[in-house]
């Protein structure tokens, strides 16, 4: 055998242990992936569980009208996707809502605390619409799928917009499973939005009664008098303020100054309700004694601050 033909032979045998070594890798890398349990994550927008379902089980889209047992159905959701991926394991839950300058209310600060949950905010206009939420839910599902950290998404919404959120997740690979709320009536869920996720799922009112409470209306003996003066109703707003500023203390109460002269629902509920006690005599239907009463707890906030 001449020279040329040892060359060529050992080049020969150095590819075949290159393409074995090669070979060996792919193999590894197979079954490393083969071990590696898919991944989900469950997005639910807020403000459409909120109004989806209080309009299902209460009657009503008004949040102060009703109480959502937030960690409930965070936790029926969990459970409800355990069983359809059922190979897969949850990254987290993303729950997003709106807040005067994405300062977090009480309820929402309970939210964020829960284990597996990331509360992402956006704004709230000046009626109390939610500005923002779709962008980020858009941002989180496209960086997720582009990283390859969720193969499914479970979508608890409803709104047209997330369609480019849809499609941007869909084009890095991920699938995007839309959840919905029963609607009363109609529908409560857009056409091109139904049209472009990977599939859907209707939860009933049996599955959403247990986290939906009504507050009961408090009706008051001396509802047929005469209701009391503006001054009356300011009054009480001042002292509530000076009374929570004793309780709450100055930090809590400080982080609304920045929303006037607009309060978070919750605490503005909470306003409400108390001033309905103190005065003995409801304040439903009378929107210059509840402006009266908010002017009150300002005036008496921004005077100790």
């Not at 472009?196 to 047929?224: A, K, M």
Request: proline content about 4%; overall charge negative.
């Amino acid at each position: 055998m001449n020279d040329a033909k040892i060359a060529q032979a050992d080049r020969l045998a150095e590819l075949d242990t290159r393409l074995e070594r090669t070979n060996e890798l792919l193999q590894r890398m197979l079954a490393e992936v083969a071990k590696t349990p898919s991944t989900h994550a469950i997005f639910v927008d807020a403000g459409y569980v909120y109004a989806a379902a209080g309009l299902l089980v209460a009657g009503t889209e008004d949040r102060r009208s009703f109480d959502l047992d937030a960690e409930g159905l965070i936790e029926a959701f969990i459970d409800k996707a355990r069983t359809i991926f059922a190979d897969s394991r949850l990254l987290r839950v993303y729950w997003y809502d709106g807040a005067r300058r994405r300062i977090h209310t009480p309820e929402q600060q309970s939210i964020a605390e829960l284990p597996d949950v990331k509360v992402r905010l956006g704004n709230l206009n000046a009626n109390n619409q939610q500005k923002g939420v779709d962008s980020l839910i858009r941002s989180d599902l496209e960086s997720l799928a582009r990283h390859r950290a969720i193969s499914d998404a479970a979508l608890v919404g409803g709104d047209e917009d997330l369609v480019s959120a849809v499609e941007a997740a869909q084009g890095y690979g991920a699938r995007v499973h839309l959840w919905g709320i029963e609607a009363a009536d109609g529908r409560n869920q857009a056409e091109p939005l139904l049209w472009e996720v990977d599939s859907q799922r209707t939860f009933d009112l049996e599955f959403c009664r247990p986290y939906v409470t009504r507050r009961p209306v408090t009706t008051y003996e001396n509802e047929g008098e005469p209701p009391p003066s503006r001054d009356e109703v300011r009054f009480v707003g001042a002292q509530i303020a000076a009374s929570w500023l004793a309780e709450r203390g100055r930090d809590t109460m400080a982080e609304l100054l920045p929303g006037h002269p607009y309060l978070p629902g919750p605490v503005d509920q909470d306003l409400l309700i108390e001033a309905e006690r103190i005065l003995s005599r409801s304040l439903r239907g009378h929107a210059v004694l509840r402006r009266a009463l908010r002017d009150g707890f300002w005036q008496h906030l921004q005077s100790r601050f």
